[in-house]
C-alpha cells in the first residue's frame, strides 16, 4: 500500500508556546500543605450540622463488571452501573466519597462478579469502611442470554436490563431487591376481536421487581433467568435476533394465539411471581409501545407476600 503524501510545512510553536498563546499561566506561589496528613479535611468536621442525611454517596458510575449466568452465555464481561451511599448524622458534615471508588478498585483486583453474596459483602464492608452503620450499594447492567429461533434453531443475542440493590443496615441486616426489564410482543385482543382480519401489535417492556426471600438460594436459582421466564412466557410471543420464515410463521401465528392487553400481562406475571418461592414481595409494570398510536400503553401491579400472611 502506497504511503500517503500528508503536508507538514506549517511551522508551529512549540506545545508550551501553544498553551501560553491560548491562556496558561505559570504557577502562582504554593502556601497550602501538600502532605495529606497537613492538609485540612472539612467533609470530616465534627458540628451541629443541623439534619441527619438519609443517604449521600456517588452515581453514575460506570465499571466493567463479571456476571454469573445459568442461560448461555454463563459467564459473561459487561457494563455494571452503579450508586453507593451510606446514611450521615448531623453532627458529621460530610461522607469520604473516595472510599466508595476505593473499595470498587480493591474487588475488581479481586475479580468482582456480580453475584448477590458478593455484593452483600461489598455493601457491610462498606459501610465498615465509611465507619457508618449502614450502606447501600446499587449496581444496574445489561444481561445478554442467547435466544434461537423455535423451528430453525438459529441462535443469536437478546438482552435485558438488570438491577442488583442491596440495603445494608447493622441492626437488620440486608434488604435485596433486584429488577429485570425485558421486552415481548404483545397482540391487542380488541384489535383482533373486531376486525375482520389481523390484528395490531405492539413491544411491551415487561418490568419486575422483587423483594429476594432470605433464604434465596442463587446456585440453585437464577433470578434473572427466572423473571425474564415469568415475563416472556405470558407474552403474546417472544422476541428473536434470528427470524427465517418458517420462525416468523411460527411467532405471528403464536401472538395472534395469544392475544393480551397491558393488564393481561401484568395479572398473569404477577400470578409467575406469586408462584415464586424465592419471591417476598414483586411489583410488575407492563408499557406497550403502541403500533397504533404514538402513546405507549401501561399497567402496573403490586403484591407484598408478606401481609397476605399477617
Ligand atoms: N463529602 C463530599 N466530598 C466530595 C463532594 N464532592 C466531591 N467530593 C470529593 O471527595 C474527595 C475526598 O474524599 P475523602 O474520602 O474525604 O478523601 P480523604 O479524606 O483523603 O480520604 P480518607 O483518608 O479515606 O478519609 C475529593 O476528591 C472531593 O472532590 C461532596 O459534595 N461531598
Request: charged share 30%; glycine share 6%.
Given at each position: ?19 501560553q498563546?491560548?491562556g ?25 450540622f ?6 449521600v ?6 465499571h ?7 442461560l ?11 450508586s ?19 473499595q ?13 453474596a458478593t455484593?452483600?459483602?461489598?455493601t ?28 430453525s434453531?438459529?441462535a443469536?443475542?437478546?438482552y435485558?436490563?438488570a ?13 435485596v431487591?433486584?429488577?429485570?426489564t425485558?421486552?415481548i ?15 395490531h401489535n405492539?413491544?411491551?417492556?415487561v ?6 426471600t432470605d433464604?434465596f ?18 407474552a403474546?410471543a ?7 420464515r418458517?420462525?416468523e ?26 408462584e ?6 414483586f ?11 404514538l ?9 407484598d407476600k408478606?401481609?397476605?400472611a399477617?
Open positions: 500500500m502506497n504511503k500517503t503524501e500528508l503536508n507538514h510545512n506549517k511551522q508551529l510553536p512549540s506545545k508550551e508556546e501553544r498553551h498563546l491560548f496558561s499561566v505559570n504557577p502562582g506561589p504554593r502556601t497550602k500543605p501538600v502532605d495529606k496528613d497537613k492538609m485540612a479535611d472539612l467533609q470530616n468536621s465534627k458540628k451541629d443541623l439534619f441527619d442525611i438519609d443517604m454517596g456517588i452515581s453514575n458510575v460506570k466493567p463488571i463479571r456476571i454469573p449466568s445459568k448461555t452465555p454463563e459467564i459473561q464481561t459487561t457494563i455494571g452501573t452503579f453507593f451511599g451510606s446514611s450521615i448524622v448531623k453532627g458529621s458534615k460530610g461522607t469520604n466519597m473516595s472510599r466508595f471508588t476505593e470498587l478498585d480493591k474487588y475488581h483486583n479481586e475479580g468482582f462478579a456480580i453475584d448477590i455484593l452483600k459483602g461489598f457491610e464492608e462498606l459501610a465498615g469502611r465509611l465507619k457508618e452503620k449502614d450502606a447501600e450499594v446499587e449496581v444496574h447492567f445489561p444481561w445478554f442470554f442467547e435466544r434461537k429461533g423455535p423451528y434453531d438459529l443469536g443475542m437478546n435485558a436490563d438491577t442488583i440493590r442491596d440495603e445494608y443496615r447493622e441492626e437488620t441486616g440486608h434488604d431487591t433486584v429488577t429485570l425485558g421486552k410482543t404483545t397482540l391487542c385482543p380488541c384489535s383482533k376481536e373486531i376486525s375482520e382480519y389481523s390484528a405492539q413491544r411491551g417492556n418490568s419486575m421487581t422483587v423483594t429476594l433464604d438460594d442463587e446456585q440453585e436459582i437464577d433470578w434473572k433467568a427466572a423473571l425474564l421466564e415469568a415475563a416472556e412466557s405470558n403474546s417472544r422476541i428473536h435476533p434470528v427470524l427465517k418458517p420462525d410463521k411460527m411467532v405471528t401465528e403464536q401472538a395472534y394465539e395469544n392475544p393480551r392487553f397491558v393488564e393481561d400481562i401484568v395479572r398473569l406475571v404477577a400470578a409467575d411471581l406469586y415464586l418461592e424465592f419471591v417476598e414481595a411489583s410488575v409494570t407492563c408499557r406497550n409501545e403502541e403500533s397504533i398510536h402513546h405507549d400503553a401501561v399497567a402496573t401491579l403490586s403484591y408478606k401481609q397476605e399477617e
